[in-house]
């Protein structure tokens, strides 16, 4: 059986929120291509709740190819993203890879972008959201199946086989409160925060880690 170092992205890895990044860096390069999409973002000035959000600032951008989205998620991965990296965090799960884990980012943001996480060989596997295509590679809408809070442990178990996740020597790395199923799943859970001290939710329960801060980590 395989033991995992799982890791949030978002606030654990990256300081920030890539998906809502994403979204209005995609808004930034693209126009919606006719009335219903002009609409559709101009709703998204209103305060809506976080799904209906994200399903119109892409619903908005409907008709998209997969090939155009994936080439802006590689220029947002480069531009936006790495300058906000925590280089500690990638220091760490170097470390862990040369532990025998297995590396793997798990994350509700978006593949098109995330999946150049690839590129560092200590990373086995990106886990994330993929945005939803009709048969023609046409951008829909977002997907209706969120890779956040309990789901991300469905995503894991479809992932990977089942059997093969030793659970009680995997860890995981995160920053919040939603994804406690996670946390309490694997033998160890660490809480990301810059804070001086952690949130409420995590005290007793996991380990806390600073991003900023480096440390001895004992496996």
């Given at each position: 059986?395989?033991?995992?170092?799982?890791?949030?992205?978002?606030?654990?890895?990256?300081?920030?929120?890539?998906?809502?990044?994403?979204?209005?860096?995609?808004?930034?390069?693209?126009?919606?291509?006719?009335?219903?999409?002009?609409?559709?973002?101009?709703?998204?000035?209103?305060?809506?709740?976080?799904?209906?959000?994200?399903?119109?600032?892409?619903?908005?951008?409907?008709?998209?190819?997969?090939?155009?989205?994936?080439?802006?998620?590689?220029?947002?991965?480069?531009?936006?993203?790495?300058?906000?990296?925590?280089?500690?965090?990638?220091?760490?799960?170097?470390?862990?890879?040369?532990?025998?884990?297995?590396?793997?980012?798990?994350?509700?943001?978006?593949?098109?972008?995330?999946?150049n996480l690839r590129m560092y060989p200590f990373i086995s596997n990106v886990i994330a959201t993929s945005l939803a295509?009709?048969?023609n590679k046409r951008l829909v809408s977002f997907s209706k199946n969120e890779c956040l809070g309990v789901n991300k442990?469905?995503?894991?178990?479809?992932?990977?086989?089942?059997?093969?996740?030793?659970?009680?020597?995997?860890?995981?790395?995160?920053?919040?409160?939603?994804?406690?199923?996670?946390?309490?799943?694997?033998?160890?859970?660490?809480?990301?925060?810059?804070?001086?001290?952690?949130?409420?939710?995590?005290?007793?329960?996991?380990?806390?880690?600073?991003?900023?801060?480096?440390?001895?980590?004992?496996?």
């Amino acid at each position: 059986m395989t033991k995992y170092a799982f890791f949030d992205y978002c606030d654990t890895l990256y300081q920030g929120q890539s998906l809502q990044n994403f979204i209005d860096f995609l808004h930034q390069k693209i126009k919606p291509r006719n009335f219903t999409g002009r609409l559709e973002k101009g709703l998204l000035r209103l305060p809506l709740h976080s799904t209906l959000y994200k399903n119109l600032a892409f619903r908005s951008l409907s008709g998209l190819h997969q090939d155009s989205l994936l080439e802006l998620g590689n220029e947002f991965y480069l531009e936006k993203l790495v300058p906000k990296h925590y280089e500690y965090m990638f220091h760490l799960m170097e470390y862990y890879a040369e532990y025998n884990f297995n590396v793997t980012v798990i994350s509700g943001g978006c593949i098109e972008y995330l999946n150049n996480l690839r590129m560092y060989p200590f990373i086995s596997n990106v886990i994330a959201t993929s945005l939803a295509y009709d048969s023609n590679k046409r951008l829909v809408s977002f997907s209706k199946n969120e890779c956040l809070g309990v789901n991300k442990i469905h995503f894991i178990n479809n992932y990977f086989r089942k059997s093969d996740i030793n659970w009680s020597k995997s860890i995981f790395y995160s920053d919040s409160v939603s994804d406690l199923p996670l946390l309490q799943k694997v033998g160890k859970g660490f809480v990301v925060g810059t804070d001086v001290m952690p949130p409420k939710w995590s005290i007793g329960k996991f380990e806390y880690c600073n991003p900023n801060i480096i440390r001895e980590i004992n496996i």
